[in-house]
């Protein structure tokens, strides 16, 4: 089994920065993708910013040039870097990869989501 945890939610002012984590775990061969979505109550899940294995990373209109996805292959743990926020990002932020196992399965697992709040 394959599981992602999420971590370094919080509470920041408008301007200020915080650090997303998604740790893997398992028996894992390779992250061959991790997205990060965020949802608020009565809107949609939004895909906020996807890394794929080969290194292309792409993000939503909205967060450009403020967020930064990165994976650390050797660590299993994909980061989100959002920087000069705003209080419409305010959300639960979850991770969502596509993994393969060591035997060759695939998993597509979701964390359990970290809250962000983006408050004076």
């Known amino acids: 089994q394959v599981t992602l945890v999420e971590s370094g939610g919080g509470l920041v002012q408008p301007g200020g920065s915080l650090r997303l984590s998604c740790a893997a775990s398992g028996d894992i061969f390779t992250i061959n993708s991790m997205d990060w979505y965020r949802q608020t109550p009565g809107k949609q899940r939004e895909l906020v910013a996807r890394?794929?294995?080969?290194?292309?990373?792409m993000y939503a209109d909205s967060v450009k040039g403020r967020f930064t996805i990165s994976v650390d292959a050797a660590e299993n743990t994909g980061y989100l870097l959002m920087n000069n926020l705003k209080p419409e990002d305010t959300a639960i932020y979850l991770c969502?990869?596509?993994?393969?196992?060591?035997?060759?399965?695939?998993?597509?697992?979701w964390g359990q989501g970290t809250q962000v709040t983006v408050s004076s």
């Open positions: 969502h990869a596509d993994i393969t196992e060591r035997f060759g399965d695939l998993w597509y697992p």
């Open positions: 890394f794929i294995r080969d290194g292309t990373k």
